[in-house]
């Protein structure tokens, strides 16, 4: 079994390093592109520009911070996301939100519905972890996450390639399959360049525009996909300018040419790419997490604390500006597609916070830790056990099977998946009924009045105290399940953990 496992996913480690850049991926003459704004308007086309969209001037226009992690959800990952978002705010006060790109290998399938349910979005990444994906692997993820998570279809809109390795036929499959966007390409020549790919998100009608230098059959005018996003992922870069570009898990790399990781000095790129898109055309700057990196209990990874630190200080120095924004990709592109000033921010219902109404004492398994205790099924698979709200498959979910018939338990009845005309967390799988039958029992709306009259154009919240007074600090965040384990961690975490360890062991830290 073990060695079963460790030949899967052993290739997945040699690919590993092919979502790094070391260089730029496109250029003007390669990407060849033309579009006509005349006959590209938005929502739904936008030609691709380094300007913000809807003639706005850069000083109306927030500047946007995508948080994105990749891979298995586990609570291992979640704690290690909340560490950097779990007590900030944004300027309307609402928390912020991330996008989880959730392949489905190790993860546990309710956590995958709490984090939905938390107002996070969850996005495609394939099945199995697979760079140019057959179309079973991308469709099949959709499958299972809204079978055995509860995720509704309508709400998985996006899609991040296993090792940004796409092809032009992956975004052909997912325009075909009704995406809204991808996020694969890369951006890696500075904003400050005059080649630079650094464009705002952009439909498709007019074809690609990044990654001209790497992908075959893309670029000058290929594939025309309309009304279907890019949403780039932007490089920092450091000393070395477009020779010394950073894309995912930065904190990761060497700086400047260095031998070793240096926390200081990625910190110090990190602003400085930042400053130049606040201060130019205010193109979004992406954190692209591989969570597992940055666990402080995940066994085998041994993440320094002053990383930890430094990436909170840069969000607390990054927040300290006026309309600096920590979003999900899907909340980005909602304020694309209708751009306002920031001084209409307030009218952008995606950036609002909403908390669902369901009574603590309901007992309901809905993705509410509160609601859905002693009711999640747990689907006890050697390789990869999980526990979920909606009822255990007979077998694993695989491309060729995503959605096997359900196991059910002597003595009690199958669980009732969700049905399109209910959401989350009103939706009661034991009982097959939807808690939610008016307008009124949906939604709270939380955010508070957002600047020049409401006050706030900053967020807020703090982090470590990275280069601070000296003394090491504690940082403050909200472990997902509240800093004791939920359920018993049993077999699966344990068999999991071991496995994943001894890769680590043997391959050093591996970069899905
Ligand atoms: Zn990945």
Redesign the pocket.
Known sequence: MLSLLFAALAPLLVLAQDGDVSGPTSSASAAGYSCDTSKCQLPNCLCASTSPPGGLKPSDVPQFIVFTA??AVQSYTLDAVNQFLAQRKNPNGCAPKMTY?T?LNFTNYTLVTDWYVAGNEIAD?TMT?VGTPPAEEVNGNLIALNALAGIPMSSLQGFRA??LNYSRETLEILYQSKFLYDSSATSAVPVTDPDTDAFWPYTLDFGMANNCLEVTNTCKGEPKLPGFWEIPMYAFFDKLGVNGPHLMDPWLDNANGETAPNDTATLEYMKDTFNTHYNGNRQPIGLYT?PIHLSRTYPGVDVRNSTIDMINAFLDWAQEQQNVWIVSNIQMLDWIRNPVPVSQLDQVSSLKCTTPQVDASTKICNGMPQNEAGLLSHCAFSDFPFYTCYGCPEIQPSPDNPNPSQQIPDGQAARFRLPANCSTPFWDPVKGQCICTSDTCSFADNSRPVGPNGANLTGGGTGGGFGSSGAAPTPTYIPFNGGAPRFSVGVWNAFAVGLIGAMIGVFGVYR?
């Open positions: 990749d891979d790109f392949s990444h972890h296993p090792f591989h899905f």
